[in-house]
């Protein structure tokens, strides 16, 4: 049972706890407060050791049944009521070694009353990572007072299809949005003494079955796929942001994946878990399985890397263990390996050498959770559309707010099934906000009819529409409205129905969007405003009153493409490529997300990137300059409007193609920076490029290499509005600053097309000024 007594306060005399290269990130202890037992006794306990070494002396203490007995969970039912926690594995008293409590998740701590996050895309959308700290370190801070040792987040999987369910719980379809979002999130977290376990390694892109009858429904979904890919693409797209949290975050535990990989458990991935994870990476916590039936062996998943089968051991029972260890399949020897790699991060973490942690919400800060929520959903807001309606002003009289999602708290279920401890809906949000002057109504949508004659009497109709992604199961369509797979196409489309009624009856409609993904927005042109909100949280209501009036400028950028027709995504059409039932063929390789669109010359609806302002902004003077072997990219960002605003300026890098056969998108992030700028001034903004920036990974030579040629620097405000363009050119002497080259390596794209290779893209047309 777990302690009830508050954790205490660091005292004076502190020790760092550390080993190797992750000793940076070593967690401050209390001597007095050990858990451990009399060093004397145990010589582990004495944290004067390093972690490598205390992990030495307790393996030596302990029997095989005991070092079994830390491989697996203990609470099967802690996934459905986190009671005792989410995940549990029961310590071993006689040996001083407490139990390791482990929580959700990436949007807010599952036990008990939480403060209910955004969605992760909301925060992807922010593309800012400073408040992915504050965020990772509110969820850390919470699942410690609630006695937790360990935090299962942040996702880091990448987009590759909208369908996905478990879209929301992502930052969307770019590596380096992601890479950064997730390194500053898991900086949080373990900030507040907690493991981060980052999640889910790998490729963890679909989640239940699309097309089949309901008797085959696993068939195709996360337990039984296999993601077929090649090595180029899964460096390029799928690793980076588990490389990141690993190098520059020290994450201490993994998340191995339910799916299959080139036909092998990602559980049992020797490649991935061995090779690249420990081998290349230096990675030296544990990893933990996703819950039930992720592992999917006992031998191959010990000696290939899996440490700890949750919630419970299925194929890590002792029994199968033991038996393993007897018939020579599994070493004494490696278990030691996978037991080690536990106790090590543990003694790292300073698990062992501090009281229990309370669990206690008296302790919680919740008037603080809520505000760092409300930033989340402000800052991830992104307004699409929006012809003057925007902010509302004291010209607005009456307003008509319409729609469900203005009333309820969304909960996605799953890992993200937070309990708010408190929520404040749109409609009373709005109503207190527009003051006693302003007449506000509400209608649930529900006839479209009545919702048309109340939009009709109102200065301003607001309506709240949404999608319903959830973890499990796929979307049929990129609609709003999509049925199960058993049903067939919906002969009509509610919600769509609803938009359509209100706007013809109110030419000053907003619609607020409600989403976990992209979505088709087929009405969008008979709209007076379009502002996505994702999937709020508690404060999603205070959020969006704050945006409607003014009162914060809406700061989201997409972090995913918005297409035209659903025709249009990497995937579509191909049975193959998705959902691919037993096998999904991932032959879109690195073109994925805004990459395929560009690739394709295809104009989507709203490109990744893109977000307008209640202000103007204009990018200039661009400039490029070699610093400590880096390009480092200087321009001028100016709020060109009357107003202060936020914006986030972009960079984006065209590479040449590096050996025959080996295509390059036309461009893809490398860097931004989210900045507040005043009305009518300029900041300038600086970004550095180091060699990973330019690098591709060959196969050929089965490395990351650097290819000469010229390279196509591209600033400005998304994907598709990008007006600056300078180059440099790398060659057996080194970078030199070449802009000439850029037009020549826009030509020679053109060529290149000729030969099947690619097309440089059109922009868009995009209603409003971008930035």
């Keep these: 049972?777990?302690?009830?007594?508050?954790?205490?306060?660091?005292?004076?005399?502190?020790?760092?706890?550390?080993?190797?290269?992750?000793?940076?990130?070593?967690?401050?202890?209390?001597?007095?407060?050990?858990?451990?037992?009399?060093?004397?006794?145990?010589?582990?306990?004495?944290?004067?050791?390093?972690?490598?070494?205390?992990?030495?002396?307790?393996?030596?203490?302990?029997?095989?049944?005991?070092?079994?007995?830390?491989?697996?969970?203990d609470h099967f039912l802690g996934v459905a009521t986190s009671d005792p926690a989410t995940g549990t594995v029961n310590g071993i008293p006689e040996l001083g070694i407490p139990p390791l409590y482990m929580s959700d998740g990436p949007a807010g701590t599952r036990e008990g009353i939480s403060t209910a996050f955004p969605a992760p895309i909301a925060l992807g959308a922010s593309f800012n990572p400073e408040l992915a700290y504050d965020m990772g370190k509110v969820i850390g801070r919470e699942v410690r007072l609630k006695g937790n040792d360990l935090v299962h987040g942040p996702t880091v999987d990448?987009?590759?299809?909208?369908?996905?369910?478990?879209?929301?719980?992502?930052?969307?379809?770019?590596?380096?949005?992601?890479?950064?979002?997730?390194?500053?999130?898991?900086d949080g977290a373990q900030s507040e003494h907690v493991i981060g376990n980052v999640k889910h390694y790998l490729l963890n892109n679909q989640e239940g079955q699309v097309g089949a009858p309901p008797l085959l429904s696993l068939i195709g979904g996360r337990?039984?796929?296999?993601?077929?890919?090649?090595?180029?693409?899964?460096?390029?797209?799928?690793?980076?942001?588990?490389?990141?949290?690993?190098?520059?975050?020290?994450?201490?535990?993994?998340?191995?994946?339910?799916?299959l990989i080139n036909l092998q458990p990602a559980c049992s991935h020797r490649h991935l878990l061995q090779g690249v994870l420990r081998d290349e990476w230096g990675?030296?916590?544990?990893?933990?399985?996703?819950?039930?039936?992720?592992?999917?062996?006992?031998?191959?998943?010990?000696?290939?890397?899996?440490?700890?089968?949750?919630?419970?051991?299925?194929?890590?029972?002792?029994?199968?263990?033991?038996?393993?260890?007897?018939?020579?399949?599994?070493?004494?020897?490696?278990?030691?390996?996978?037991?080690?790699?536990?106790?090590?991060?543990?003694?790292?973490?300073?698990?062992?050498?501090?009281?229990?942690?309370?669990?206690?919400?008296?302790?919680?800060?919740?008037?603080?959770?809520?505000?760092a929520a409300r930033r989340v959903a402000e800052e991830g807001m992104v307004l699409l559309k929006n012809n003057g309606v925007l902010p509302l002003n004291s010209a607005t009289r009456s307003i008509a707010i319409i729609g469900k999602p203005a009333t309820t708290y969304h909960n996605v279920g799953g890992s993200a099934a937070v309990t708010p401890w408190r929520y404040t809906s749109a409609v009373d949000a709005i109503t207190a906000r527009a003051g006693s002057n302003v007449t506000v109504t509400y209608d649930d949508g529900s006839q479209p009819a009545r919702a048309a004659a109340r939009a009709a009497a109102a200065d301003v109709a607001l309506v709240f529409v949404g999608d319903n992604a959830k973890e499990g199961t796929d979307k049929t369509c990129l609609a709003l409205d999509c049925p199960p797979f058993w049903m067939g196409p919906l002969l009509s489309s509610p919600q769509k129905n609803l938009i359509e009624?209100?706007?013809?009856?109110?030419?000053?409609?907003?619609?607020?969007?409600?989403?976990?993904?992209?979505?088709?927005?087929?009405?969008?042109?008979?709209?007076?405003?379009?502002?996505?909100?994702?999937?709020?949280?508690?404060?999603?209501?205070?959020?969006?009153?704050?945006?409607?009036?003014?009162?914060?400028?809406?700061?989201?950028?997409?972090?995913?493409?918005?297409?035209?027709?659903?025709?249009?995504?990497?995937?579509?059409?191909?049975?193959?490529?998705?959902?691919?039932?037993?096998v999904a063929q991932y032959s879109e390789g690195v073109f994925i997300g805004y990459r395929w669109y560009d690739h394709q010359g295809i104009a989507p609806a709203y490109p990744f990137g893109f977000g307008l302002s209640y202000t103007t902004f204009a990018a200039s003077d661009l400039t490029l300059n070699l610093v400590d072997g880096r390009v480092r990219a200087t321009w001028q960002i100016t709020n060109t409007g009357t107003?202060?605003?936020?914006?986030?300026?972009?960079?984006?890098?065209?590479?040449?193609m590096p050996e025959p056969g080996v295509e390059q998108p036309p461009s893809a992030l490398q860097g931004f920076k989210k900045i507040d700028v005043p009305a009518g001034a300029a900041q300038t903004v600086s970004v550095d490029l180091d060699d990973a920036a330019f690098a591709y990974w060959?196969?050929?030579?089965?490395?990351?290499?650097?290819?000469?040629?010229?390279?196509?620097?591209?600033?400005?405000?998304?994907?598709?509005?990008?007006?600056?363009?300078?180059?440099?050119?790398?060659?057996?002497?080194?970078?030199?600053?070449?802009?000439?080259?850029?037009?020549?390596?826009?030509?020679?794209?053109?060529?290149?097309?000729?030969?099947?290779?690619?097309?440089?893209?059109?922009?868009?047309?995009?209603?409003g000024k971008q930035g």
């Design 501 to 582: 009624a209100v706007v013809s009856a109110n030419p000053h409609t907003v619609v607020l969007l409600e989403l976990g993904g992209p979505i088709l927005t087929p009405w969008r042109d008979r709209l007076a405003g379009l502002l996505t909100t994702w999937y709020g949280g508690q404060a999603t209501g205070s959020a969006v009153a704050l945006v409607l009036f003014g009162d914060t400028d809406p700061g989201g950028r997409l972090p995913v493409t918005f297409p035209d027709a659903e025709s249009q995504t990497p995937t579509a059409g191909n049975f193959l490529q998705y959902p691919g039932q037993l």
């Design 698 to 767: 060959s196969e050929s030579q089965n490395g990351w290499r650097v290819a000469d040629g010229c390279y196509a620097i591209r600033v400005g405000f998304s994907s598709r509005d990008l007006p600056l363009t300078a180059a440099v050119v790398r060659s057996d002497s080194g970078w030199r600053i070449d802009n000439a080259c850029a037009s020549s390596s826009l030509a020679s794209r053109a060529v290149a097309s000729d030969a099947g290779f690619f097309t440089e893209p059109p922009v868009p047309p995009i209603s």
């Design 643 to 656: 107003r202060a605003g936020s914006t986030v300026g972009q960079v984006y890098l065209g590479k040449p």
């Design 283 to 371: 990675f030296d916590g544990f990893v933990v399985s996703d819950y039930l039936l992720a592992v999917k062996d006992t031998v191959m998943s010990i000696n290939n890397g899996n440490e700890i089968e949750m919630p419970v051991g299925f194929f890590y029972q002792p029994a199968e263990i033991q038996l393993a260890v007897a018939t020579g399949l599994v070493s004494e020897a490696t278990i030691d390996v996978r037991v080690g790699n536990i106790l090590r991060t543990l003694f790292r973490f300073g698990f062992f050498d501090r009281a229990d942690f309370p669990s206690d919400d008296g302790l919680i800060d919740y008037p603080a959770g809520d505000l």
């Design 158 to 186: 990448i987009m590759r299809t909208g369908l996905a369910g478990r879209t929301f719980e992502t930052y969307g379809e770019d590596p380096y949005l992601a890479t950064r979002l997730g390194v500053r999130w898991i």
């Design 1 to 73: 049972m777990r302690s009830l007594v508050p954790w205490p306060g660091v005292a004076a005399a502190l020790i760092l706890v550390g080993c190797g290269a992750a000793s940076d990130r070593a967690l401050p202890v209390e001597l007095g407060a050990s858990r451990c037992g009399n060093v004397a006794e145990r010589p582990w306990c004495d944290a004067r050791l390093d972690p490598a070494e205390r992990t030495r002396l307790l393996l030596a203490a302990m029997t095989l049944s005991q070092k079994i007995d830390l491989m697996a969970g």
């Design 223 to 259: 337990h039984l796929i296999s993601a077929m890919v090649d090595e180029r693409t899964l460096r390029e797209i799928y690793l980076p942001p588990f490389e990141a949290a690993v190098k520059e975050a020290g994450v201490g535990s993994v998340m191995c994946a339910y799916n």
